[in-house]
């Protein structure tokens, strides 16, 4: 595609509620990234795969984080048990390389805006 | 610990002003710095980039950014702001150690016109 998609774009969800934000990278991208953006601050990162393979998942704030990608390029992440603190932006970014920490360019997609109640 | 900080939370400047973003890093080794831009109601793109060579970047749209070593710093400048480049300005750094890129809190810049 041209860029990165996500969606929703917005999701409201009341406490307690499992949701599932989708990310689809740039064809052919290796490498594929989530992070999180709290009100005014910069992205966070979450997690990292290079195809299907999830190699780093450090930056998940807690067991109810869960990320995959199954065939190596759509990828989902599950919040279960959402809290109000799990409101934010979660941005997911693909890059062309295999190589994490890279000078590759990350591409990022919209963004979903999570509103939790 | 590794870090990126930004220091103007907020830049309102006049059309034709000159522009510059403080950026300041905490990285040992190699590290490569970014500066990405979003726009009002877009996405994150990248402005420019710095991982080896000329430490003066050129980017997109008249931006220009200087890696310092020795002050661990990566500012983003532009000689001449014009009303579109309103917008919020994210330095960002990796490094060949780790598998994330880390981000600044974000600078926003108002251009009044």
Not at chain 1, 49 to 66: I, M, T, V, W
Request: proline share 4%; with cysteine; aromatic share 12%.
């Amino acid at each position: 595609g041209a860029g990165v998609s996500q969606s929703p774009r917005y999701k409201v969800a009341k406490r307690g509620q499992d949701v599932a934000l989708r990310c689809d990278p740039i064809s052919g991208h290796v490498s594929l990234f989530w992070y999180q953006q709290a009100l005014g601050q910069g992205p966070e990162f979450l997690t990292y795969f290079q195809n299907e393979a999830q190699l780093d998942k450090s930056g998940l704030p807690s067991d109810r984080f869960f990320a995959e990608r199954p065939e190596g390029s759509v990828s989902t992440l599950k919040i279960q048990r959402t809290q109000q603190e799990d409101s934010a932006v979660y941005l997911c970014a693909s890059s062309l390389t295999r190589t994490s920490g890279s000078a590759e360019t990350q591409y990022f997609g919209p963004g979903t805006r999570l509103l939790v109640l | 610990a590794q870090s990126v900080s930004q220091h103007n939370h907020h830049v309102i400047l006049s059309e034709a002003a000159s522009l510059e973003l403080g950026c300041n890093y905490s990285y040992g080794g190699t590290v490569n710095l970014f500066w990405y831009v979003q726009y009002p109601g877009q996405h994150l793109q990248l402005l420019l980039k710095y991982f080896s060579g000329d430490p003066l970047v050129k980017g997109i749209k008249g931006f220009e950014a200087e890696f310092i070593k020795s002050k661990f710093s990566f500012n983003l400048r532009k000689p001449s702001v014009q009303w579109s480049d309103t917008a919020e300005y994210f330095c960002a750094a990796t490094s060949n150690n780790n598998n994330d890129m880390r981000f600044g809190a974000g600078t926003r810049l108002t251009v009044k016109p």
